[in-house]
């Protein structure tokens, strides 16, 4: 090629991309009724929209994006935010399935996935910044603390925003997508109960957490109607590391333990490990029930009896009432609560 240059054999310049004059000159139609009709078909009769729309088939028409979200004020992406550190978020399945799902959300649309998280030490401000800034068109907050005021402030940005768990204190009523948690740790404490264990404990989640709340207080009500004493209520961090320390302050506080409850299956791995490691049987001497239905198994292969939580399922509602909104924005979001289901295995029946 470069022999052929230097004797003045040039290659023939590239076409240059369809304009949208080209595109109305195309269709028939005046460059407003052809911008209109790839924006939406906003004041677009139905054969000017056909004529369009086969002129951009037969010119492989494509919109300029920078062009097109002046004319909409749409950027086309939305905002995952997760509240979380980095390696909590890479190591916990739980956001993967958040991710999967909000993706799936987005797949019959043009919209693009951006991920916020914080870092040890942030505090929410420049993330606010970023959200406020017209970056986005909406976002998804998951994995949120009591001590974080999403809810608050982005409930009065006028930015399109939902939930994936309920939020702590939401008295604007922005949109959510949540599970029964209550029930999930109601169903645990029955479950326990009904197998004959009567000395029980619970490794919770972090007390900041709505969802852990709301797991607690369904486990305590789950005792009361079993006519069970509430035994010690150790607090953890969802993680597996979390779940062994909590794990061997809850045998120190009651040694003759025979069930626990933990409020995510990561800690319930952290549980059997001790549980294990001090030369008890599980499930014959100490029961345990985990929350999530991750199909994790234990390092002995162990599986989990636990509350199913379909976070893939959970985060597609989510992206698609947040697309709704984004849409409507006018229309009330009302919340959806998913209901919780026992999964019954090895950890509190033993081996099939």
């Given amino acids: 090629m470069s022999e052929q240059i230097h004797r003045g054999v040039r290659p023939k310049p590239a076409r240059p991309s369809p304009t949208l004059e080209d595109l109305a000159k195309a269709a028939g139609v005046s460059r407003s009724t052809a911008s209109r009709a790839i924006n939406g ?16 088939v037969a010119l492989a028409y494509t919109p300029n994006r920078a062009a097109r979200s002046l004319v909409t004020r749409r950027t086309s992406s939305i905002a995952l935010v997760i509240p979380e550190p980095d390696a909590r978020v890479m190591m916990d399945p739980f956001f993967a399935a958040v991710i999967t799902g909000v993706n799936e959300a987005l797949r019959s649309t043009d919209m693009q996935l951006v991920l916020l998280m914080s870092r040890a030490g942030d505090d929410s401000a420049r993330t606010l910044r970023y959200l406020r800034g017209g970056h986005v068109d909406g976002a998804i907050v998951v994995s949120h603390h009591r001590a974080d005021d999403w809810a608050e402030t982005l409930g009065t940005t006028g930015l399109p925003t939902v939930f994936i768990g309920r939020p702590w204190d939401n008295k604007l009523g922005v949109p959510f997508v949540d599970l029964d948690n209550f029930e999930g ?15 029980l404990g619970t490794v919770a989640g972090p007390a900041d957490m709505p969802a852990a709340a709301d797991r607690l207080d369904g486990w305590r009500q789950g005792l009361l109607e079993a006519g ?8 953890g961090d969802f993680t597996t590391a979390g779940g062994t320390d909590a794990a061997r302050r809850l045998l120190a506080d009651m040694p003759e ?6 409020a995510s299956d990561l800690m319930a791995l952290g549980v059997i ?12 001497d100490v ?13 002995n292969g162990l599986s989990l009896t636990t509350v199913t939580q379909p976070m893939v399922d959970m985060a597609v509602a989510a992206g698609q009432l947040l697309i709704c909104g984004i849409e409507n924005p006018e229309l009330r979001l009302e919340p959806v609560i998913y209901p919780a289901q026992l999964v019954v295995r090895a950890s509190t029946t033993g081996p099939a």
């Fill in 41 to 56: 078909g906003s004041r677009v009769s139905p054969e000017a929209q056909a004529a369009v729309d086969a002129a951009v």
């Fill in 185 to 199: 740790g109601r169903l645990a404490a029955r479950h326990l109960a009904s197998i004959g264990r009567t000395r």
């Fill in 228 to 235: 069970l004493q509430a035994g010690p209520v150790i607090h």
């Fill in 257 to 262: 333990l025979d069930g626990v409850f933990a």
């Fill in 273 to 284: 490990e001790v549980v294990r490691g001090q030369g008890r049987d599980v499930p014959g």
């Fill in 287 to 299: 029961a345990v029930v985990g929350f999530d239905n991750h199909a994790l198994t234990a390092s």
